[in-house]
């Protein structure tokens, strides 16, 4: 694990990680306590017998592992969740906020162009980039600036 992320992780009250085999796609979801307390708290505040939450607490908290690190700061995932991913080789750590992401190196990488691809169409309007909160002016900034568009579609500059 990246030095940076096993930083992020050292005020934590444990030496270890969460590691979750997303239901929404194929990659790992990781974090320290925080992160599963989370999930925790939001399944919770679902219905005792609601079907969305028994299927979230399988899918999450069933699913869910907690790993430890050893004294280089390593773990070792679990065979199954590097199937799931599908890391053979290179994988791509992808900061997320309080949780970050592993991928395939490449699955990453296409996803991103496209992610990149739709927040370009999405912002070049200026009512939508005033929407997400970015002001009119923003909008218009991304609209008249080629190399801010060239960025956006994962160009060279």
């Known amino acids: 694990m990246p030095a940076g992320y096993r930083e992020a ?3 934590d009250p ?9 239901f929404d796609g194929p990659y790992l979801e990781c974090g320290g306590e925080q992160f599963v307390q989370q999930y925790r ?9 609601d079907q969305l939450r028994k ?3 399988v899918a999450i908290l069933g699913s869910i592992r907690r790993l430890d ?3 280089t700061g390593r773990v070792t995932l679990p065979k199954e969740f590097i199937t799931h991913a599908g890391i053979e080789g290179r994988c791509a750590f992808v900061g997320c906020d ?3 992401q592993i991928w395939n190196a490449q ?5 991103l162009g496209d992610i990149r691809g739709r927040l370009a169409a999405r912002l070049a309007d200026p009512a939508e980039a005033e ?8 909008g218009s900034l991304l609209r008249d600036s080629e190399s801010l568009q060239a960025l956006l579609k994962g160009e060279k500059l």
């Open 14 to 22: 444990y030496d270890a990680i969460y590691v979750l085999p997303h």
């Open 69 to 71: 690190f050893d004294s």
């Open 55 to 57: 299927d979230l607490e």
């Open 107 to 111: 699955t990453h990488a296409d996803r």
């Open 131 to 138: 929407r997400m909160g970015g002001g009119a002016d923003l």
């Open 98 to 100: 309080a949780h970050f």
């Open 9 to 11: 992780l050292r005020d």
């Open 41 to 49: 708290m939001d399944i919770a505040n679902l219905p005792r017998y």
